[in-house]
């Protein structure tokens, strides 16, 4: 319990001092942003190992696609991977729900570092044009794209099926995809439930 309440204090703590001292990063080229995020995946990595005893092992590295466009559809179970994956990939751009989106600060970082919003509960306009900016996005950028196909954190023996963006994304944009299988929720799951 206690070690529980340490990590989750100095998460956030972290997490909230690294935003606060990227605040003017805001107004500077979005790759001071994208550094920003990187340090939160260390930090995240630094937290899970002092306060939960917890080391992160990347298995198949060596198969990360390299030198041509790519996106990666990773599996969802806690906060970790949304910051972590940004030090293992060259800083991903996200495609997310909107209402990350509405969260001050976070959500002006996410803006910031060209991420891609969709509304999960309705057919939109935007929706409607979310591979055409996808496109865009390949088209102008070095990036890889990064999606949660199943659209939200689950617990690691759920199957929980993939929503159709995946697919679309794979036959309409014609780049490779690259899959991540995590099983970060094992000791960090969704509702900081440690």
């Known amino acids: ?25 805001l107004l500077m080229p979005s790759k001071i942003v994208l550094f920003g995020g990187k340090l939160m995946g260390y930090w995240s990595e630094i937290c899970l190992r002092i306060f939960l005893s917890t080391k992160i092992i990347i298995k198949g590295k060596e198969n990360i696609i390299k030198n041509e466009k790519f996106f990666i559809a990773s599996s969802h179970q806690s906060m970790f991977e949304t910051f972590y994956l940004q030090t293992i990939f060259n800083s991903p751009i996200f495609i997310l729900k909107n209402e990350l989106l509405q969260i001050p600060i976070f959500g002006w970082y996410l803006k910031k570092i060209g991420s891609i919003s969709v509304n999960r509960n309705k057919i939109t306009k935007d ?12 088209q102008n950028s070095n990036r890889p794209i990064l999606i949660f196909p199943q659209a939200t954190r689950v617990l690691p023996d ?6 159709k963006g995946v697919g679309r994304i794979y036959k309409e944009i014609g780049i490779k995809c690259q899959p991540v299988a995590i099983n970060s929720g094992r000791v960090w799951p969704k509702k900081n439930n440690l």
Request: proline share 2%; aromatic share 18%.
């Open 127 to 138: 929706n409607l044009g979310l591979i055409e900016k996808i496109k865009n996005s390949v």
């Open 1 to 25: 319990m206690i070690r529980k309440f340490l990590f989750l204090f100095f998460f956030f703590l972290g997490i909230v001092s690294i935003s606060i001292l990227f605040l003017p990063a």
């Open 158 to 163: 759920d199957r929980i099926s993939f929503k």
